[in-house]
């Protein structure tokens, strides 16, 4: 049974997370995903013996083509007229400058799906930034939302945006190829990923567009909603007194019948009858709740609670860490969402993915490969895509244009 994207050509300029976050959708969905690299841009998170790398650029072929060799470049044109879709994530420009932008490859290649995911995107004052996601957090508004009331500087601590750019760059894909199948045309996308950045500030957008009111951090409290006991608190079960080893428990009651059932689940306790607690406004303009709940979460373990608030209808969730989701999560254990890779990788051995998040019944995406080796594909993407023979590619390999 094929895989949905099978047959489709992905030539994968792209590099760090966003982009190849976008490719590893294609290829977990069948795309034939040709990633572009070389020796001299291996490196860091580009370095395909990096466990960064593995994670992100499983089920592609690599491709080893010195773009700044000028014999590279008739190559890259050659594959570029063969591919379904282009993609890069370079700042504005890199590929023009290669010879293998839209307006030229569009030429031989009208059909191609050809998408840039610049910081800024193609155009205005900041196109030509240099971003990386906390860059783009921080001018996006995102670091300043994810603050806590009195630091505005903490910010997400991970590659948030990336992965929502990558999203939103497969999506846009996707489209243009059904486009491409009612039209017979291909086309150029433009993803800025500082807008998709600002798409998730949204409801502190509205409130300052009709309000003239500047959105505040606002920790873990619901800036937008009367919900509370709305947070984290901690538990029992710390494994030592370092503050990575706390366990915390996520509650969130979003109605007075939550709140109720959390009252039972408490135990009904004396403090938990206060007048104001009867309603949601009264909840959340009781600054003392957070603590008060807490004194109840501090004399059982994380699990414990979450049990008993989800058998009552609560909602709550255990502050997990990567051990829990690896060794004690029953969900992923049951599902295997997080597996090994049956191939050994040749330098890093034992690797391990989750999977796609997404579920086919009629052509399920269940092929996990290795990531694989810096031009570790050469012979076999140049014979498949232009007809080149091994004695012309082990020429190209002599010369440096393989490289």
């Excluded at 045309?185 to 957008?205: H, K, T, W, Y």
Aim: proline residues 5%.
């Amino acid at each position: 049974m094929t895989r949905p994207l099978e047959g489709i050509k992905v030539l994968d300029f792209s590099h760090v997370l966003a982009g190849p976050f976008a490719t590893r959708t294609f290829a977990d969905m069948g795309a034939d995903v040709v990633r572009v690299n070389s020796a001299e841009r291996a490196t860091g998170a580009n370095d395909p013996q990096s466990t960064y790398y593995v994670m992100w650029n499983r089920n592609k072929r690599s491709l080893a083509l010195d773009m700044a060799n000028p014999e590279a470049r008739p190559i890259c044109r050659q594959l570029c007229d063969t591919a379904d879709v282009v993609i890069d994530n370079f700042s504005v420009g890199v590929l023009d400058r290669w010879g293998v932008g839209y307006d030229e490859v569009s030429k031989t290649n009208p059909g191609v799906v050809y998408i840039e995911m610049s910081g800024m995107g193609d155009n205005g004052p900041w196109s030509n930034f240099v971003t990386y996601a906390p860059t783009i957090h921080a001018l996006a508004g995102l670091t300043h939302l994810t603050g806590v009331p009195g630091r505005e500087d903490i910010g997400i601590g991970f590659s948030y945006n990336d992965h929502q750019a990558g999203l939103h760059g497969a999506t846009a894909v996707l489209a243009a190829l059904e486009a491409r199948r009612r039209t017979g045309r291909g086309q150029r996308i433009d993803v800025s990923q500082f807008e998709v950045g600002v798409n998730f500030a949204g409801p502190s957008l509205l409130d300052f567009f009709e309000n003239g009111t500047a959105a505040r951090p606002s920790g873990n409290r619901l800036p937008y909603d009367e919900a509370a006991p709305h947070g984290c608190f901690p538990c029992a079960g710390a494994q030592t007194s370092e503050p990575v080893d706390e366990r915390w428990l996520a509650i969130a009651c979003m109605t007075d019948a939550q709140w109720t059932a959390l009252k039972g689940v408490m135990g009904n306790p004396a403090w938990a009858e206060d007048a104001r607690y009867t309603t949601a406004a009264g909840r959340q303009a009781a600054s003392e709740l957070d603590e008060q709940v807490s004194t109840w979460t501090r004399t059982t373990t994380a699990e414990a609670a979450m049990a008993a608030c989800q058998a009552a209808g609560v909602p709550a969730g255990v502050v997990q860490n990567s051990e829990d989701l690896v060794d004690r999560d029953p969900q992923n254990q049951h599902t295997g969402f997080l597996h090994a890779i049956a191939e050994q990788h040749p330098v890093l051995g034992q690797t391990y993915a989750d999977k796609l998040p997404i579920h086919f019944e009629k052509t399920p995406c269940d092929v996990y490969e290795r990531s694989h080796l810096l031009g570790e594909d050469n012979a076999a993407v140049l014979d498949e895509w232009l007809g080149m023979t091994p004695d012309a590619v082990g020429d190209l390999e002599d010369q440096q244009v393989l490289n």
